[in-house]
């Protein structure tokens, strides 16, 4: 079998943090996932820790439940007089340093089945690795570190150094984790080799993820990289790490592909999904390739490309005006672009803009505004998380600390309840925008989607209800008419 080495942080890595890149072949593949869902059931059965710990990247988990959870936990912490801390950190070349022997015995002491451990450590270590350099085929010897690149196998192995150091730290770490009004406190998520701590203060959070490092490094011979290791504190606290050259507080820390902000908004996140949307616009329906599709086809196009750049954020974004006006106007000038408009020799220039503008207005509301499909992902990812309660998802108990009740009791102490001032604890002083407004919080955004989808027509949901396709073709069958009828009058 055929392969090569690979390293992925440096050009020549040394050969004890390298790993195999395969073919596997439709047999391998097989017993691949079928030793990968037995392993992952027995983990889940017996590895998991408790629920001041999330491990993510199993089955029935998604990044955007710790994406959601950490923007939670700062905007209840601005509540709090902003006492709150994340702290994140990424192992280096985890799946190309995993000890396949170490974790199986590991596993084997737990009591899992010998011959399921068995089979899957010798599905990564047996595959031999051939080389071949000026027609001279060389065999590299089988290694005992490091999974074979997109094995199921070796993603569920990988979920073994995590849970053991979360199991081991747990009970210690409840005293310095975040604490919500119910439940057990919230100490750390992890997604493979990203992890994230929360606390209400730096030292308690850095400590945390400390304390993994020394188990991984003891136990499981793994190492942070120093470039990974940052801090991000709550806008107006003056709570700051000891070693700021090891740990940088960033005022915006990247979550698995989310931007969370200190000051618990969106807006850092938008604007970078804004540039990657007229990227994208520019690559697929705005390159000069696609002159020759028709209109419809480069419509649907944007559809299926742009709009896919921003459905993966949207879900936990608090839906705000601001931003919804701005992603409208962002749809209504890719389509004014693409859509064909002829100017008449009556016409002045400033009236044709007009014309033009109104046009792909129209043809946006036919076929739905992205901001009426932003307000429907929030309202579905909201159902969603609240059944996410029965299995101790995080986002629920998070929502139910410091809720909406909770506020205006706060309120009530310092203004009146018809008053629109923000008080010390509703405003959040310490966090507002150079505008002087607070961040839109997850409750209030839920409550504006909710009208927005609500104050809608009949005719407009049933044209909703269809597909994109269809609502594109007749949108542009419509705009021809309209235009033959101009040009026959």
């Not at 101790?392 to 909406?404: C, D, G, K």
Request: positive net charge; contains cysteine; hydrophobic residues 40%.
């Amino acid at each position: 079998m055929l392969g090569r080495v690979y390293g992925k942080e440096s050009r020549f890595p040394p050969p004890s943090e390298c790993r195999a890149i395969l073919p596997l072949t439709p047999l391998l593949n097989l017993i691949d996932v079928l030793l990968s869902i037995r392993v992952l059931t027995w983990i889940r059965a017996n590895l998991l820790p408790g629920p001041s710990c999330f491990i993510g990247a199993l089955p029935g988990t998604q990044c955007l439940d710790i994406s959601h959870s950490i923007q939670l936990v700062v905007e209840k912490s601005l509540d709090q007089k902003s006492q709150g801390c994340v702290a994140t950190a990424d192992i280096r070349r985890y799946y190309d340093s995993l000890n396949l022997l170490r974790i199986g015995r590991y596993l084997i002491s737990k009591g899992c089945d010998p011959s399921s451990v068995a089979a899957c450590v010798r599905v990564q270590i047996y595959s031999g690795i051939s080389l071949c350099l000026l027609h001279v085929t060389k065999r590299v010897r089988t290694r005992t570190i490091g999974g074979l690149t997109g094995s199921r196998v070796a993603g569920a192995l990988g979920h073994v150094p995590v849970c053991d150091a979360a199991l081991k730290f747990q009970d210690s770490w409840r005293e310095i984790g975040w604490k919500p009004a119910v439940g057990s406190p919230f100490c750390l998520f992890t997604w493979i080799d990203n992890l994230y701590s929360c606390s209400s203060c730096v030292r308690n959070s850095i400590r945390i993820l400390e304390d993994v490092e020394s188990h991984f490094a003891l136990h499981w011979g793994l190492r942070f990289k120093p470039s990974s290791l940052s801090v991000l504190v709550c806008k107006g606290s003056t709570d700051m790490p000891i070693n700021t050259c090891k740990w940088p507080v960033r005022d915006t820390m990247n979550v698995l592909g989310h931007l969370i902000q200190n000051d618990g908004g969106i807006r850092a996140d938008w604007l970078h999904t804004e540039s990657k949307m007229w990227a994208s616009f520019g690559a697929n329906a705005g390159c000069k390739r696609a002159k020759q599709l028709r209109p419809a086809q480069k419509a649907m196009l944007i559809y299926r490309t742009v709009l896919a750049c921003v459905l993966w954020k949207v879900s936990r974004w608090p839906w705000q005006k601001t931003v919804a006006l701005e992603l409208d106007a962002i749809q209504c000038k890719m389509l004014l672009i693409i859509l064909p408009c002829v100017r008449s020799y009556t016409e002045d220039l400033e009236t044709f803009c007009r014309r033009r503008a109104r046009q792909a207005r129209n043809v946006a509301n036919k076929c739905g505004l992205w901001s009426i499909v932003w307000a429907k992902r929030v309202i579905a990812w909201n159902a969603h998380v609240r059944r996410g309660a029965i299995y101790a998802h995080p986002v629920p108990r998070l929502l139910e600390h410091h809720n909406s009740v909770w506020l205006m009791n706060q309120r009530s102490q310092f203004v009146s309840e018809f008053s629109i001032r923000n008080s010390v604890f509703a405003g959040r002083t310490g966090t507002r925008l150079n505008v002087g407004r607070p961040q839109v919080r997850w409750s209030d955004g839920l409550s504006v989607a909710a009208s927005v989808c609500e104050g809608r027509s009949e005719s407009q949901r049933g044209a909703n209800s269809l597909s994109i396709a269809t609502r594109i073709r007749e949108a542009v069958s419509a705009l021809r008419e309209s235009v033959a009828l101009s040009q026959s009058g």
